[in-house]
């Protein structure tokens, strides 16, 4: 049978994945391959450097560079305290008039320089911990680096996102995925919660959710004006996932009111009450990162069933979505998949496919115009 291979926004109501959780830099690597862990618990630890804080004592005694290094109180590589002195002048007769010099800081005497009269301080360490993101097995140890950690569950992509990591309950807030999500449905047993909505949340009711304290909204659409507005900026092309906005948005379809893939929507629907992890992070140009609802399944609650079907496959049956006009956003099923190349309106010769969308319609565009749903 005839295949091949698109960007797939991934639907999977069963799944096995793949974390990796790195550090930023060389640490300790706190589990071993084949530890069983919990989305909550630490993987990983390392310390990231102090600030630096510049101290230019010549300038504060009002001496040479050269002669402060004998009045100096502590040696390089000593601990230091706010308000602690550092140097002090002999004053006169030895007692009178001393100008003394005070750490502004907590941490360490890094450095004097004879020349600048400057010295480096350095703030205690920055701790680091990366957590397990996911309920799941240790499936490899990356030494001093982080791991990689396989779990199996359910796994929806989204279109786009922002915000970053988060965990909490599954709750379901509309009865269809086309209606809109209202302020009278965020409530305050929505604290802490993942909430599934329907085709729309406006910018209003998602500052009532991010003042409640829901952890994430996964919804089909959001204006893009009101993402203006949410940032205080123009996202253009950079990656998301760095935003602190109090929450954590997932748009399985688009920006403007569109109503949630029937299939996402039943399916997170069946998971209600069940724990997720949410990543709103995405880039969508080279490196496409999706932003991701990750729901952890046990063992003997499924068996994986993937048919034996390479990740990105298209075939006959597959689903699919348009990702472009006059088709955009429309869903069907890939009912041929022809070999040759056609002409297309723009007069370029392309690879295409055959659609039949849900009303037994059917079209034929571009393979470039269409997104595969894994299911």
């Avoid at 995925?177 to 729309?200: F, H, N, Q």
């Avoid at 009912?335 to 723009?346: K, T």
Wanted: proline share 5%; hydrophobic share 40%.
């Amino acid at each position: 049978m005839a295949f091949a291979y698109t960007p797939g926004l991934r639907v999977a109501a069963v799944a096995d994945i793949v974390k990796t959780r790195r550090l930023p830099l060389k640490g300790q690597v706190l589990v071993n391959r084949g530890d069983s862990v919990q989305a909550d618990d630490i993987v990983a630890k390392t310390e990231l450097p102090g600030n630096v804080k510049m101290l230019n004592i010549a300038n504060i005694l009002g001496m040479p560079a050269q002669d402060i290094h004998e009045l100096l109180a502590v040696k390089e590589g000593d601990p230091i305290e706010e308000k602690g002195v550092i140097a002090q002048s002999r004053g006169l007769f030895g007692r009178f008039f001393k100008n003394t010099v005070r750490s502004p800081v907590t941490g360490v005497f890094e450095s004097f320089n004879d020349i600048t009269g400057q010295a480096v301080l350095r703030e205690p360490p920055i701790p680091v911990q990366i957590d397990a993101y996911v309920n799941g097995v240790v499936d490899e140890v990356l030494p001093e680096e982080g791991v990689l950690i396989r779990t199996r569950c359910t796994f929806v992509q989204g279109i786009f996102g922002i915000g970053g990591e988060v965990r909490g309950e599954l709750k379901v807030v509309v009865d269809s995925p086309d209606r809109e999500v209202s302020p009278d449905m965020i409530t305050p047993d929505c604290a802490g919660k993942v909430l599934v909505g329907g085709s729309y949340i406006s910018n209003a009711t998602l500052r009532k959710a991010v003042a409640v304290g829901v952890k994430a909204v996964v919804v089909g659409g959001f204006d893009d004006k009101d993402l203006k507005d949410l940032l205080g900026y123009d996202l253009g092309v950079a990656i998301t996932g760095h935003e602190k906005k109090g929450i954590t948005l997932i748009l399985t379809e688009g920006f403007g009111r569109m109503t949630m893939a029937r299939g996402t929507f039943d399916l997170l629907r069946s998971r209600q009450g069940m724990k997720a992890s949410v990543n709103g992070a995405t880039q969508i140009r080279a490196g496409v990162m999706r932003p991701e609802v990750v729901i952890p399944l046990s063992g003997d609650e499924v068996a994986l069933k993937d048919g034996g079907r390479q990740a990105g496959a298209m075939d006959i049956g597959s689903f699919v979505r348009c990702i472009r006009a006059p088709y955009f956003g429309r869903l069907g099923k890939v009912a041929s998949l022809p070999p040759e190349l056609r002409v297309v309106d723009s007069e370029a010769r392309v690879r295409v496919l055959e659609v039949e969308f849900e009303d037994g319609s059917r079209v034929v565009v571009p393979r470039a115009n269409v997104e595969l749903i894994e299911k």
